[in-house]
């Protein structure tokens, strides 16, 4: 008659723990058992205890084998079994005395069930400590228990209890795994038997330093994450789930959730080899294999693939990995294959990646490479290495496709992580190619809706024929030349990668005020992160702290606050007080020599209309008090001035000289100290006003080439930021110094540049106009967020929508804003409009919004971060500033598919959208024209979608791909 219960015992040399093993099943209450101990090749006295216990008790079977491992013996086990209900013990663990009976009495009390498992308790061997454990991982609901190991293996090996018919139809244990054979063999029970979970403590699971799980425990991640994957290779979404029924929408819903739930959970035992797509894959193939299914369930897959591609924005694999998959759903799926993932391909990618970074975790993945999956690896990557994410661009070339896939593959090989983007359907994955190891991804068009999907990646590589989008954020760009052999292209993709050359690329400072505030900074950004790396370090040097948070420069630019090392070096030399009133005395009395030299250059009776003698004699007295015996006696004296004027009148205007060099001192003195580390070659970009006065201030001490980038309109926007005439004079005319001092002075428009050469008396020859550049796939992406408050903005407002995006002050003109809405409303329009920004206007702007009673149409949403999604929800956005150098927010909502009505105020509007050809343009300060122009919208759904379409283009114009070989033809250019 066979036993109830087969129990079987695996051990090699674990003489010290086996007896208490057999002793637990000795003790069993339930008395009907067979034990079959399987010694795996000991070399201890193993033998000899199991022949022992054999004679003592004919229950126990002894077999002796050679040493093939722990699935080998459990194999030799199970083949040997008798009972109905198969048992295992490890042989450092035991049994609760009443582990049988509690099994009987759940077999008799679900008789359908085939598979059993409990809780443990933990026995820590240092201390003899017993815990009452749960489980090793969350319990997943019965319809999922599948999918729950995926994230953790949460049933306990040694307390399972399993029906040896089940077991013998799906088979014996995988004896290429070493570590995750029991995990393995719970997969492929549990898809044809639901496991019932016996909340009882029928087992003692011992911890001790011998055992295989402390002694490599990296190796049982990585032997789950094999087997996890090898399982999903070989089994459809419904195998995955083989409790729900998929026909039942509701059903199908929650489980995409719950597979996606565990796929979007970056510590799942499933990526414990390296981060993969094999779990979503399963569930887009089944999603999209026919077209009901897409229709019901494509927008849920959409939006978890959408949410977790925006979420992280860093260049991780993980969120790499995401991103590849949004371009893939962008614009549909036509239909899905499923391609198998190699756990060997990403243990090699794994190692390559740790290699590359120096990781101190590099070592478990080389041992189990070589140890368990026979990969000789080497401890060092081939010169060039490195791990840019490129994308080749495959526009229907079948031919190039293949020779793209020969070079991508060989990338590989060197830690790069290449995709490939194919455009269309059409094109299939050349034949001659069994086994591809790089993405291919295929999306309907490379456009506007698909490639900002991708994010920021270092290279973009397609045929020189062939122009790779605006829309992909690639930061270089190269050729292909398909006549050339792969080393050369593969050369030519790596040297644009080095960044080892600090020796040879020329240092490029970019001095701003702060790291991140306005549209400056943006500007700067852009340019920063662009700059040919190759030819150009770009370096930022800031003035004063920062007051908001903005996006990461890259990694490779150095950020110095000058303010921050002036005052470090001076603690390091404990001379503060010297060091700084040193370098104070070198500016002012720079300052002294330009203000002589046009003293003189000027008739008496213009001196004595503007005063530059009496300012002359401020600043010399300001001199003199900076003095001291040490100084006055290492500075050559200042030539004497024969001024011979009085004080005066009280109708002269001072130009306030001494609050502005209080106000720009500290800054070019801490400029003269960064500026000194970056050799002579170097080259300085000033963004605004104080950043180029703080150049030519800085010229005291040091000569050095700087540009000046401007972004406003000077004459309106000088009085704003200085409102006492005689500082906003000194500033006027500090600023005018700076500007003809600098090698070239840039706008982002004409107006701009003529304002300065008229108002400013500076040479126009020096003044160049670049647009201001916009990401544009960076500004795109960024609007397909999800933002609760848009969300629920549209969802309460299915009316005209409209917003203004901008600071809350004078400028932006919000008087004209808010009484065009009550124009509106006046005409019987309803709408609602978003105020997106944040500044010292908002209590007033409140208080109109109060006094028209707009309140149910007008509402601030306050400084948004990412301002984008607001954009692309609204069907408008409206520009009323008094005035805008510029308007770059006209361009980021025309990237971000809203259509423009803009008042045609100084200087940039009107240059942004071409003088109305690409968005609508209104007479400044006409309330009736900008409601007409909106009105004409509201009424004409197509004109809005032209006016949408057309903004696109208009906003590749102005991409930062296609400006900043005007920034680097300029900076060539100065030597």
């Known amino acids: 008659m066979s036993p109830f219960a087969t129990i079987i015992i695996p051990t090699f040399n674990q003489d010290q723990y086996l007896g208490y093993a057999l002793d637990s099943v000795l003790a069993q209450t339930d008395s009907s058992w067979e034990a079959i101990v399987v010694n795996d090749g000991s070399t201890d006295n193993t033998a000899a205890i199991i022949d022992a216990y054999a004679a003592r008790d004919s229950r126990i079977r002894a077999v002796h084998k050679e040493n093939g491992g722990v699935a080998s013996a459990l194999n030799r086990g199970l083949s040997d079994a008798r009972g109905r209900w198969v048992h295992w013990l490890s042989s450092d663990d035991m049994f609760e005395p009443n582990k049988l009976a509690i099994n009987r009495r759940w077999i008799e009390k679900v008789p359908a069930c085939n598979f059993f498992f409990s809780y443990f308790t933990l026995l820590t061997e240092a201390t003899g400590n017993r815990e009452r454990r749960q489980l090793w991982g969350p319990l997943p609901s019965p319809e999922y228990q599948i999918l729950g190991l995926f994230y953790r293996n949460y049933i306990s090996g040694i307390s399972i209890c399993v029906n040896r018919a089940a077991w013998e139809k799906i088979g014996f244990f995988n004896e290429e795994l070493y570590y995750a054979q029991d995990y393995d063999q719970w997969l492929r029970l549990l898809s044809r038997n639901q496991a019932t979970f016996i909340p009882e403590w029928t087992v003692i699971s011992r911890n001790h330093a011998d055992q295989g799980s402390e002694s490599f425990p990296d190796a049982c991640y990585f032997d789950t994450a094999k087997a996890g994957i090898g399982f999903i290779n070989s089994h459809s979404f419904p195998q995955l789930v083989p409790w729900v029924d998929l026909n039942n929408t509701e059903s199908a819903v929650e489980a995409i959730s719950s597979a996606f739930d565990i796929a979007c959970d970056r510590s799942s035992f499933l990526y414990s080899l390296g981060v993969h797509s094999a779990l979503v894959f399963r569930v887009l193939e089944w999603v999209f294999s026919e077209k009901y299914r897409e229709y019901l369930y494509g927008p849920q897959v959409r939006a978890r693939v959408s949410e977790m591609a925006l979420r992280d924005s860093d260049d991780s694999d993980w969120s790499w990995m995401w991103r590849q998959l949004a371009v893939l759903l962008a614009d549909g799926v036509d239909a899905f294959l499923y391609s198998p993932t190699d756990p060997l391909d990403l243990g090699c990618k794994l190692y390559r990646s740790r290699l590359l970074c120096k990781s101190p975790a590099l070592p478990p993945v080389s041992d189990y490479l070589t140890r368990f999956m026979n990969v000789e690896v080497s401890v060092e990557l081939p010169p060039g290495a490195g791990n840019a994410r490129i994308v080749f661009f495959v526009f229907e070339q079948t031919k190039t496709l293949s020779a793209f896939i020969d070079v991508a593959e060989h990338l590989i090989n060197f830690g790069y992580r290449p995709i490939i983007l194919i455009e269309g359907h059409s094109v299939g994955v050349p034949e001659n190619k069994e086994r591809i190891r790089v993405p291919i991804l295929r999306a309907k068009a490379h456009d506007k809706n698909s490639l900002p999907w991708l994010g920021e990646f270092e290279l973009g590589v397609a045929l020189p024929s062939l122009k790779i989008p605006v829309w992909a954020g690639a930061k270089q760009k190269i050729d292909w030349d398909e006549h050339a052999a792969v080393e050369i292209n593969l050369h030519r993709i790596l040297s644009s990668q080095t960044r080892d050359m600090q020796n040879s690329r020329r240092p490029v400072i970019f001095l701003e005020r702060v790291l991140w505030g306005g549209g400056a900074e943006r500007v700067i950004y852009n340019i920063v992160s662009y700059l040919n790396r190759q030819r150009y370090r770009p370096i930022v040097l800031t003035m004063f702290d920062e007051h908001c948070k903005g996006p990461k420069l890259p990694a490779d630019v150095e950020v110095i606050n000058v303010l921050r090392e002036l005052f470090a070096e001076s603690h390091a030399n404990k001379a503060p007080d010297n060091i700084v009133v040193s370098e104070s005395l070198n500016t002012i009395r720079s300052l002294l020599r330009r203000l002589r030299f046009l003293y003189h250059c000027l008739s008496p009776e213009f001196r004595r209309r503007i005063g530059i003698g009496q300012q002359l004699l401020k600043i010399r007295t300001l001199y003199s008090s900076f003095m001291t015996d040490a100084h006055k006696s290492n500075v050559i004296e200042t030539e004497s001035l024969s001024i011979g004027v009085s004080a005066p009148t009280s109708s002269i205007l001072d130009l306030d000289f001494i609050s502005a060099m209080a106000h720009h001192n500290p800054a070019a003195t801490g400029l003269i100290k960064a500026i000194e580390k970056f050799g002579d070659n170097c080259i300085a970009v000033t963004a ?91 500004i795109r992406q960024k609007s397909f967020c999800e933002i609760e408050a848009v969300t629920g903005w549209v969802k309460a407002n299915k009316k005209f929508r409209m917003v203004h995006v901008g600071r809350l002050d004078s400028q932006k003109n919000h008087e004209l804003l808010l009484r065009t809405c009550t124009e509106l409303i006046r005409r019987g329009r309803d709408f609602s409009l978003a105020i997106v920004g944040e500044g010292g206007e908002r209590s007033a702007i409140e208080l109109q919004i109060r006094e028209q009673e707009l309140q149910e149409y007008v509402f601030l949403s306050g400084e948004q971060i990412n301002p984008f999604p607001w954009m692309a929800a609204a069907d408008v956005l409206v520009l009323t500033s008094h005035f805008e150098a510029f308007a770059l927010v006209l361009v980021e909502a025309m990237a971000c598919g809203a259509a423009v009505i803009s008042v045609d105020c100084p200087t940039g509007p009107a240059e942004v959208l071409d003088s109305g050809q690409y968005g609508i343009l209104v007479a400044n300060g006409d309330c009736g024209a900008l409601a007409s122009a909106v009105e004409l919208l509201m009424n004409d759904d197509s004109l809005k979608a032209q006016f949408v379409e057309a903004g696109y283009l208009r906003a590749e114009v102005f991409d930062v791909k296609n400006v900043i070989p005007q920034w680097e033809s300029l900076i060539d250019g100065v030597n």
């Open 688 to 778: 605004m006003e104080e950043a180029a006065v703080t150049a030519w201030l800085a010229q005291a001490a040091q000569r050095f080439p700087y540009i000046a980038s401007l972004h406003t309109y000077e004459s309106l926007c000088l009085p704003t930021i200085y409102p006492v005439t005689s500082r906003c004079k000194a500033e006027k005319w500090l600023l005018s110094s700076a500007c003809k001092d600098a090698k070239s002075v840039v706008f982002p428009s004409k107006g701009c540049a003529a304002d300065l050469a008229e108002n400013f008396q500076v040479n126009g020859a020096s003044i160049k106009t670049i647009w201001n550049p916009v990401d544009c796939a960076n």
